[in-house]
């Protein structure tokens, strides 16, 4: 009870700063609250790109539906082929087995031919040939569908572009979701042998391979968070769907995916909605806010700790108060005792031999007695009065930097990078911190690490500039605009564009740098260019010019353990 009422009666001012510091953690607090929202929106975008790169993947893979019978084409003699066409009026095996491969998927209902001299659509007198599947030849087409010359002629419009540039002995092209056209060019003398059109089979592109694909893939919208649709954007319907439960709403597609190469009028588009990963992440973000409450009240608690030791430290204060005056008085006490023998002796009152030796003995005894007192304070102070300093020693920086490489390297590689070191010869030794030393490249390694999104290189440079060794990380990353260079080693700054918002960090470890250096009597500069990465020079004065040769010193040093680098 007495504590508190000693609290009560402190000085003001000790409330004052407590409540700034309460303001303190509540505002810290908000800041925490919003780098969770932050994080908890970019989860929800990576998910969201995560779904973006599924339905690029589903679109490949129809493409890829569509090419595969025809793999083998390419490997197919089209002169051969042309040959055997004018001869025999048929194809051979070879090219046979492909066409009958063909109609065994049910994607492909029929397929038509045309050789290039005889373009039965634009010419009735001459014939368009029928694929007959059961005796493996082609007959004359009777009654020949629309859809089949409106394919010839998108592929003969499309070859006459590209045929100087075609590098395979086929082109294909597509009539909406209609036919596939494949013209066979014969790559010797870049004519086109003749024109193959497949008609699709529309009921089982969509029911029997995109609906069963897409359910497949993308699964339940409660699962998977997102509802796909296939729309035919010329007739503004939708194709197919994962979930036929929610209605197309061109006001809610997140992301719209056309099919490579084929199906130009159909495109995938696809909603979000909350999925379970999005769940987590909101349970996630309410439980780390619940936490952060907790933790609020805990440090409102830890400051009023704080007011309390306070005032305990106030009463030790005051008790040292009491102690200095005490100690005075001790002081006094042996000075007053030699001065009063001394004033005996000197009138010269004390004549007796015992007398002046007994007041010599006190002289002497007091003397000694004032002598171990003064010695105890000058022990306090010293030990009231230690602090940690640079505890600077020559060394070989090469040798630290190539120590701190080699403790570094398999870490930064496992990220990607490319992390080399290199140093020149016979380099003069400096006074330095080890500990600093490592600190140091820890921190501009680790800037490095977190600001190289493309280009994946780091090179730890020792050389000499003059009487100083220069020591310098090099990366090719971002970069740093010229505006920002003279910021960069302040306090809490940071450079501000959008990598940086991706980028964990709090603007600190550049001032550590900048710090360190300079207790250790060198100075750290920065080049730097957007887009060509930057590079952070050390600077540290020579303490003997001549360089050792051995390094017999640097051996004899007591080796510290380096702490690899560390990337959040």
Sequence with gaps: MSLFKNI??????????????????????????????????????????????????????????????????????????????????????????????ALDDSLFSEIYFIPQEMDGCQNPDKPIYKYDKPVEFFTISQETPDIVCDGFGISKSTIKVILNDIRWNNGVSFDAHRSMTLSLVNLNDRSVVGYLNFTINRDYLVNGFLKPEIEAQFGPTSESGLVVWVRDWMQNSVIVSNDDSFPFSRDAVDIRQRFTDLLDNWVLQAAFIESP????????????????????????????????????????????????????????????????AGENIADGRVTDGNRLKNYGDHIYNEAVRLKKMIEKLLDVAKIDSESTLVKAAPH????????????????????????????????????????????????????????????????????????????????????????????????FYRVENALTAKTKGHGLGLSIVKTMVEINGGKVYVQSQPGKGSVFTVVLPAFITDPVKEDDHYAEMPKTKQTPVHIE
């Design 396 to 491: 070989q920086v090469e040798h630290l930097v190539e120590e701190f490489y080699n403790t570094n390297r398999d870490f930064i590689e496992s990220k990607g990078f490319e992390f080399t070191f290199s140093a020149e010869k016979a380099l003069p030794v400096v006074m330095i911190d080890r500990d600093h030393m490592d600190t140091i490249l820890n921190n501009l390694v680790e800037n490095a690490v977190k600001y190289s999104s493309e280009t994946k290189k780091i090179d730890l440079r020792v050389e000499q500039q003059g009487q100083s060794v220069a020591v310098s990380v090099i990366d090719q990353g971002d970069g740093i605009n010229k505006k920002s260079q003279k910021h960069i080693f302040d306090k």
């Design 277 to 340: 990963t999005v769940a987590a992440t909101n349970a996630s973000f309410t439980r780390n806010l619940v936490i952060l409450i907790i933790a609020v009240i805990v440090l409102s608690g830890a400051l009023l700790f704080i007011i309390i030791n306070a005032q305990r430290e106030r009463e030790l204060a005051q008790r040292q108060a009491g102690f200095l005056a005490n100690i005075t008085h001790e002081l006094k006490t042996p000075l007053a005792v030699m001065q009063a």
């Design 8 to 101: 009560k009666q402190s000085n003001p001012v000790r409330w004052f700063f407590f409540g700034v510091a309460f303001i303190a953690v509540v505002a810290l607090t908000g800041l925490n609250i919003y780098s969770l929202y932050a994080l908890r929106e970019t989860t929800i975008e990576s998910a969201k790109e995560n779904k973006k790169s599924q339905l690029e993947e589903f679109s490949h893979q129809v493409r890829q539906r569509f090419y595969r019978p025809f793999w083998d084409i390419a490997k197919l003699d089209m002169e051969l082929v042309e040959n055997t066409w004018q001869s025999s009026g048929n194809f051979p095996n070879s090219f046979k087995k492909v066409l009958t491969d």
